[in-house]
């Protein structure tokens, strides 16, 4: 099983804690020779070539970029209105949705979303799950 790389910003974090753990210990460290080794660590030749090959390790998101899926299990179209990578590869998202979305199942009354915040794994599903199981999002593939 390969373990996928995280994302350029996750990696340079590793670098940079890589570091401070180095100093606290007395032995000095240059940012360059921490992502150097941080790249080794990965089995790569370089930290250029690291990066190369993290480029799809995550789907990118950026703020007016439209997306599909499905929230709750109701299909949706919108647009990335704020993203944000953590440093454990996942994002932190607010969709606005093209068309709100009744997020109550009752027959006796609606609740309806135009935006939602939510997080996502580099594969575009919410660690958040419904009492049935299923992902709160599932963004479609681009």
Do not use: C
Request: no cysteine; proline share 6%.
């Amino acid at each position: 099983m390969t373990t996928p790389l995280p994302s350029r910003d996750a990696l340079k974090a590793q670098a940079k804690r890589l570091r401070a753990d180095m100093a606290a210990r007395g032995q000095t460290l240059s940012h360059s020779e921490a992502l150097e080794t941080i790249a080794h660590q990965w089995g790569a030749r370089d930290w250029n070539t690291l990066v190369a090959r993290s480029g799809n390790a995550h789907p990118g998101f950026t703020p007016g970029q439209a997306v599909t899926g499905r929230y709750l299990g109701h299909a949706f179209s919108g647009v990335v209105k704020a993203a944000r990578l953590a440093s454990n590869g996942y994002w932190s998202l607010t969709l606005r949705f093209d068309d709100p979305i009744d997020v109550v199942t009752s027959d006796m009354f609606s609740s309806f979303r135009r935006q939602v915040n939510t997080t996502l794994s580099p594969a575009g599903i919410s660690p958040q799950k419904t009492s049935d199981g299923q992902p709160h999002m599932v963004l479609d593939p681009n």
